[in-house]
């Protein structure tokens, strides 16, 4: 079983829409949790961390759920610039690896 | 500061042929990783260390080598260059146990193994 499950979509929307990923785990003893943007041909990049009790950054929510062991990603508003590949990572407590889903690809068309 | 960088951008080989990948950082953490990715597939970590003289292997070591060279710097070694080994790969160093652990990213190296 992988260690990060996402969906790898596409999901295609339109402008202003409002999407959502989910991202499920299986170490319960992960404890550092977040979410990348990937463009193409390029190096992913940190969009935010995910915090026990949840977390907004603009447009962008991030959920974590412990007892389900999943992490989600709200975008409000949709832009094209939001198109991209959005990377779920988790991080088991004081282990030093990361492990990566293979990425949600979302659209986003005008 | 210029965060993770890496040399090459592009690189070229043909089979049997040797090459170090070049990785350094200006963030002064303590951790850093090499991982390939490949079409529709997500990042496999190759290997990383968490300190200066430790390596550890990753998911994919074989066919590589490592060397911490000092907290700065990371490089990744194909001894006889495969078709299989042909994928963008990318740097990373993280601060691992501080509250902000996340990683940063090079900008990778695409290498191409005829």
């Known amino acids: 079983r992988k260690e990060v499950e996402q969906d790898p979509g596409p999901f295609n929307v339109p402008e202003g829409a409002t999407v959502a990923f989910n991202c499920t785990y299986s170490n319960s003893a992960s404890q550092s949790f977040f979410w990348y943007r990937q463009d193409c041909r390029k190096e992913p990049k940190l969009l935010m961390s995910?915090?026990?009790s949840g977390n907004e950054d603009g447009r962008f929510t991030a959920q974590l759920n412990r007892a389900s062991q999943y992490i989600s990603l709200l975008i409000r508003d949709s832009k094209l610039s939001d198109s991209a590949t959005y990377l779920c990572?988790?991080?088991?407590?004081?282990?030093?690896?990361?492990?990566f889903g293979s990425g949600t690809k979302l659209n986003v068309k005008p | 500061n210029a965060g993770v960088t890496q040399t090459p951008k592009f690189q070229v080989l043909k089979t049997g042929q040797s090459m170090t990948l070049q990785c350094a950082q200006d963030?002064?953490?303590?951790?850093m990783y090499w991982y390939r990715q490949d079409p529709g597939m997500g990042l496999r970590l190759i290997y990383y260390s968490a300190s200066e003289g430790t390596t550890d292997k990753g998911e994919v070591p074989n066919g590589y080598n490592v060397s911490r060279l000092n907290k700065r710097e990371f490089s990744l070694r194909l001894e006889s260059a495969a078709p299989s080994q042909t994928s963008v790969y990318f740097c990373a160093s993280s601060d691992m146990g501080s509250m902000s652990n996340e990683q940063f990213f090079g900008p990778g190296t695409r290498l191409t193994v005829l």
């Open positions: 963030m002064n953490h303590n951790s």
């Open positions: 995910v915090y026990s």
């Open positions: 990572v988790v991080n088991p407590y004081n282990f030093n690896k990361f492990y």
